[in-house]
């Protein structure tokens, strides 16, 4: 390429520029063997100091189906301005984007990250606000940070702290990014405050917020841990149906908003071009095929510019329709015409319009600035409480195209001949669903026959949009509100939109439930779940010195003593040699006190700097773990020596690996401070799968009753191999610590005399067949030849309980079959006398013992009385004066003013039971805002250790519906699953 035509190139490279990189796309080569015609395209990169006095060079970076990709580093790329300091990293041919998670102040409902503290303290506690790549925005929390503050701290006392300036770009550091941000405010030893953020690969996840790790001894060096989808490298993908996604990224475009049924497009130059999107165009002089036609002004001539197809590709921030096979240039090689439309976000285009750029080499190039090319604003899916400093994450709720489970959802029965099904995602857009909006996060579908075949079909295709921080409604009570879903008629006849309101309650232990929907008022719709993602973080300290932690959430047990090693762990780094070991002591370090030293560093062939005399290993509920070693206390400083390891977790690597981050000296004690990481599948967070699964017909199917928190389930096996080896399993949930079966979140497990292996991890729900069968299949086990173990369990229906019973392997995987209840079909179930039958097991539940005197619940300004399955005897809301089924069950009390009371609720001793719950719910109250009835709505879920419990209040919801929980002994049934066979093992040895 001369310099002349790299000039021409780069003034028309301007409408080519895409999240900080330039592209200049070469359509239109000769068709290759897949039918495709041959495409070149060239991404320009910054690079001052390029070879050939800045001009640089093409790489050749790959090739998919035909199209090849070029990398070319030059300083003709860059851009001048200082603000404009580009958020991105290339590490060869790898390219990285932080700037999905850039802040800026004239977007929409743009906030602040807010970082979550893996270990509070109270005395010590902050909030820490952060922006990436862009000063922290005034709003909020961090009104009056320093101006230029990438990073502020804010104290109890609501002083503000300046924690670094973005004045680098991030860079690459091992497999991750790292962004360091400089010359905060002033520390001790007259240092200024630094702050170092390490951004780790996660697929998919752009809801998850950063993790404060470490503060420094001195104050001086803050470190942060974040999990993102904008740390995994840029992909180069392609879609159909007119959708494209980078499920690395977290990422989904659906461009068919665009798509005209019937019409075209018509943008006017010195010809008339007509064109489409993903569809054919129609009404015009243009063939019946093609997606784009160029048509004579004044002639009748009509050139054909492409066949219509709905094959989207998207690279680095950019979305291309490509038409092929158009009418044939009167040339030599009879080339046929195509087209090619850029597609380039602007949030404020609406649909847009198709502008005509130039036409290159027989190809047509157009751009189309449109919203439906913008990728989703990441959305913090945490949040903390001002009051008292507890923090939530509910970001392990978010769904994405790289997981294996797709969307949530919730089932509703309470028509009958009516079900309706819901799809449900938590701080971002649904996954896509056929039918469902591209931006909704809640969408209603209904069960039709189609031809004999029972099918899912889109009635409500938006029920509210993510768009909002959780919010706090009390203490472990979380409330998501989705707004400006599709259009609604309300009671009042105004025209508004659907809305969703969750309300997520924190239950301990619960890994593998799912939303419940309790009901839709006027175009509201309400769901309940109970998780334990909506518990507050916390952190646990390994007391008893056993190298092992249990969340106290999810009740899951890290056990890291099966890393100790009598060889202990080597690595080195900033020119040292560091020796450690993992829950032990190690001998070639020699001894701290005359006690056995832990770790050390090694000068001169011998130990150094011994650390072990104290050692202090923690969890955070975020699954941050944290080992540290202290060594001897210098009195002059009152401080010591200290190794701090940080686990990270990595499902393929057991035992693990030891890496060195740093060594910091501190210049005024002389104290070394050393860090490292320790990867390991140990440190694995279990993950949050629901245990529920749907048929095509809409039956539901919920296996978490087999789930098990303390024995494990030991499969019955006839064959000859039985006396030498012994199968563990468990439903949805990570076994109990097995000897032999470590490493994270195993759900299936043999166990021979000699060794243990892991035949998979519990990563995704149950699905159901055509036939009835509800299967698990759990994945990624201990290496298989070149593949890996694998479990498939298959559940059948059946009125006795059963255990799982060994069938085959075939290949590397191991099949179980299981006959359970459990299995059978999930039934809504309506009782009297408040009673009800569960359809499963054949219990009846019985509330009568609830009957008891009146219940009040004093929340804020409102107090309220009602009585279970009975009418109040109190004095309130004239409940003498009403009989029969219109006498009082609930009553609402204002505090302030006890005169104003309403009636909330009218006699029922009705109660339903659908999937675990049970619940009453009190109905034909006052009318409230003059178009709603008053109801109280009790569900009362199943806890042995509560006779008779205590209600809580929940919520009122927009229509006055007053929301109870009550967790209570009486609505648990009077067994719980066990196996059914019996071999004895020796589990831990």
């Not at 943008?267 to 019946?288: H, L, P, R």
Request: with cysteine; aromatic share 10%.
């Amino acid at each position: 390429m001369i310099m002349e035509d790299f000039f021409f190139f780069f003034s028309f490279l301007s409408d080519r520029y895409s999240d900080g990189d330039l592209t200049l796309t070469y359509p239109g080569g000769a068709t290759c063997s897949s039918g495709f015609q041959r495409m070149t395209i060239i991404n320009f990169e910054c690079n001052e100091t390029a070879g050939d006095d800045g001009k640089g060079s093409p790489v050749f970076t790959g090739e998919v189906d035909c199209t090849y990709f070029f990398d070319w580093g030059t300083k003709y790329a860059c851009v001048k301005e200082k603000e404009d300091l580009l958020c991105r990293v290339t590490d060869q041919k790898k390219h990285y984007d932080l700037s999905p998670l850039t802040r800026y102040s004239e977007s929409d409902g743009a906030h602040n990250w807010e970082a979550l503290d893996s270990n509070p303290v109270e005395s010590e506690q902050k909030r820490f606000y952060i922006n990436v790549c862009h000063k922290v925005l005034q709003d909020g929390g961090a009104v009056d940070c320093p101006e230029d503050s990438a990073i502020c701290a804010v104290d109890k006392r609501g002083n503000k702290i300046n924690l670094g300036r973005f004045l680098s770009s991030p860079k690459k550091d091992g497999e991750n990014i790292q962004l360091i941000y400089s010359e905060g405010d002033v520390c001790k030893e007259s240092k200024r405050i630094r702050t170092i953020i390490t951004l780790v690969c996660k697929p998919g996840d752009l809801e998850s917020a950063p993790v404060l790790t470490s503060s420094g001894n001195d104050e001086c060096l803050y470190e942060f841990m974040w999990h993102s989808a904008a740390a995994c490298v840029l992909s180069k993908t392609q879609g159909d149906n007119c959708r494209v996604s980078d499920p690395q990224a977290g990422f989904s475009f659906d461009l068919s908003p665009l798509t005209k049924k019937d019409g075209s497009y018509k943008i006017e130059s010195s010809y008339d071009f007509y064109i489409n999107v993903c569809n054919s165009t129609s009404g015009t002089k243009c063939e019946n095929n093609v997606g784009a036609c160029q048509v004579e002004r004044n002639g009748d001539k009509v050139w054909s510019l492409g066949i219509a197809n709905s094959k989207l590709s998207y690279y680095d921030g950019m979305i291309q329709l490509n038409y092929r096979n158009g009418s044939i240039y009167n040339n030599q090689q009879h080339t046929q015409r195509s087209t090619l439309i850029t597609f380039l976000c602007d949030r404020d285009a609406g649909v847009g319009q198709p502008e005509f750029q130039v036409e290159d080499a027989y190809t047509y190039n157009f751009k189309w600035y449109t919203r439906y090319a913008c990728p989703e604003m990441p959305l913090e899916c945490a949040v903390t409480d001002s009051e008292n400093g507890k923090q939530y994450d509910l970001s392990s709720l978010s769904k994405s195209e790289a997981d294996s489970e797709i969307n949530w959802y919730a089932m509703d029965r309470s028509q009958p001949g009516s079900m309706k099904k819901y799809y449900i995602n938590i701080c971002r857009p649904l996954n896509p669903v056929s039918g469902c909006d591209q931006y909704a996060s809640v969408c209603q579908m209904t069960y039709v026959t189609e031809s004999d075949i029972i099918i899912e079909k889109v009635t409500i295709s938006n029920l509210g949009i993510a768009r909002s921080r959780p919010k706090i409604e009390g203490d472990g009570s979380i409330l998501l509100e989705y707004t400006n879903g599709s259009n609604c008629m309300n009671t009042d006849g105004q025209k508004i939109t659907y809305s969703t309101r969750i309300l997520l309650i924190c239950s301990k232990g619960t890994l593998s439930t799912s939303p419940q929907f309790i009901e839709n008022k006027d175009c509201v719709f309400i769901f309940l779940w109970e998780t334990e993602a909506a518990c507050p973080i916390t952190t646990t300290k390994d007391e008893s010195q056993t190298c092992s932690l249990k969340d106290p959430n999810s009740g899951f047990v890290y056990n890291l003593q099966p890393l100790a090693s009598d060889t202990g762990y080597t690595v080195t780094g900033n020119g040292a040699t560091f020796k450690l070991n993992i829950c032990g002591t190690l001998s070639e370090c020699g001894t701290v006190k005359e006690q056995p030293a832990a770790g050390c560093e090694i000068e001169n062939q011998k130990p150094t700097r011994q650390v072990g005399l104290e050692r202090s290993l923690q969890l955070s509920s975020e699954g941050l773990i944290t080992l540290t070693y202290r060594g001897e206390l210098f009195p002059t400083s009152g401080t010591r020596d200290s190794f701090t390891i940080r686990f990270v977790c990595d499902s393929g690597l057991y035992p693990g690996e030891l890496k060195f981050v740093r060594k910091e000296i501190s210049s005024v004690t002389h104290i070394h401070d050393a860090f490292f990481e320790f990867v390991t599948a140990l440190a694995c967070v279990p993950v949050q799968v629901a245990c529920q699964t749907t048929d095509s017909a809409g039956n539901e199917y919920d296996l978490s009753g087999l789930g098990r928190d303390h024995d494990p389930w030991i499969a019955v096996d006839t064959t000859a191999d039985a006396k030498n080896r012994t199968f563990f399993l468990n439903v949805c949930k990570p076994l109990p610590p097995i000897t032999g079966c470590q490493g994270g979140a195993v759900g299936s497990c043999v166990k021979y005399s000699n060794k243990g292996l892991k035949l998979g991890y519990v990563q995704m729900s149950p699905q159901a067949g055509t036939d009835g069968s509800v299967s698990i299949v759990y994945l990624n086990g201990d290496q298989c030849g070149d593949w890996k173990y694998s479990t498939r369990i298959i559940f059948q229906c059946d009125d006795t309980p059963g255990s799982p019973i060994f069938q085959r392997r075939d290949g590397c995987e191991f099949v179980f079959s299981w006959t359970t209840p459990e299995a059978c079909p999930v039934q809504r179930a309506e009782g009297d006398n408040c009673q009800v039958k569960d359809p499963k097991y054949g219990y009846i539940y019985n509330l009568q013992p609830l009957r008891g005197q009146d219940i009040d619940v004093i929340v804020e300004e409102y107090e309220y009385h009602f009585a279970v399955c009975k009418e109040i005897t109190g004095n309130v809301c004239g409940s003498s004066t009403y009989t029969g089924v219109n006498a009082v069950s609930s009553c609402q009390i204002k505090t302030k003013n006890p005169a104003q009371q309403k009636i909330a609720g009218r006699y029922t001793e009705k109660l339903t039971y659908e999937n675990g719950l049970i619940m009453i719910n009190y109905t034909r109250g006052e009318t409230c805002h003059k178009i709603y009835e008053r109801s109280t709505a009790i569900i009362f879920y199943c806890d042995h250790g509560k006779k008779p419990g205590q209600p809580v209040f929940l919520k009122e919801t927009p229509d006055c519906t007053y929301l109870f929980e009550w967790h209570t002994a009486f609505a648990c049934p009077p067994f719980k699953s066990i196996s059914c066979s019996f071999k004895y093992v020796n589990i831990i040895q």
